[in-house]
């Protein structure tokens, strides 16, 4: 995924430590031109989940941080019952509003608003463990997600590999630009302010060409290990299956940019 370095997400538990980026996901102009300003790569994410899922044998999928519900709606018209799980009102408004086939239940809500689905396999896609900043944040809803899934269901997700440093790249020299159907041009940036106890804060910009509106989100993403990640989901019931580096399913290594983690919920 070609996303900034903000990805919609926010529980309960983060309100105290993301309160500042919900900019993101409440102002109408980023709302509206999230797709575009956000877009998958078909054989990326959405392709991973999709043949994961299969190899599973999967029939019920939480999608956990669902955004605009892209990947959610995708799944469910390959068949998936799915559940979209999305804190952030608009964003959700969003996602129900998406011409979507198939079976989709949305929830707005945290994790554990999902309640005990018996769900066969559990989703967080664009980055969203990384905005669990901290271990206690993290493991709730690692637990959360296990209540939600079958015994011998699996959690499924990607992290940013810190031992790749992406955050350093984040800089205002590296600028892109998008262009919206509706919004017209997009220039956004960001920039890395502080890089402490393993979280990058940074100010997202967006920049509307045509208005001239510039739009900035503070944001905070948490970087955790490989080594992190497993201890974490062992305390939360989980046995890692696998760890790869890139959506070819490639072994992890130190210059993966991704920990794309399959976890399987143990008992």
Known sequence: MTDAPGIPYRSTPLIRTLEHVLVEFTD?????????????????????????????GAATIVDLGCGSGLITCELAEHGFRMIGVEPASAMLALARARPCTGEVRWIEGEARAIGTPNAD?????????????????????????????????????ESRNPTAREWEQWTVDERRTVHDPTAGAITTWAEVHDFRDDVASSSLHYEFVTTGEHVVAPSALRFRSEAELTRSLGDAGFVVEHVYGDWDRRPASTTSRELIVVARRAG
């Open 28 to 56: 109408p102009r980023l709302v509206a031109a999230y797709d575009t300003l956000n877009p998958y790569e078909p054989d990326a994410q959405p392709g991973y989940y999709r043949e994961l899922a299969e190899e599973l």
């Open 121 to 157: 396999l559990a989703i967080l896609t664009g980055h969203v463990a990384q905005f669990f900043l901290t271990d206690d944040e993290w493991h709730a809803a690692l637990v959360a997600l296990r209540r939600a899934l079958r015994p011998g269901g699996h959690v499924a997700f």
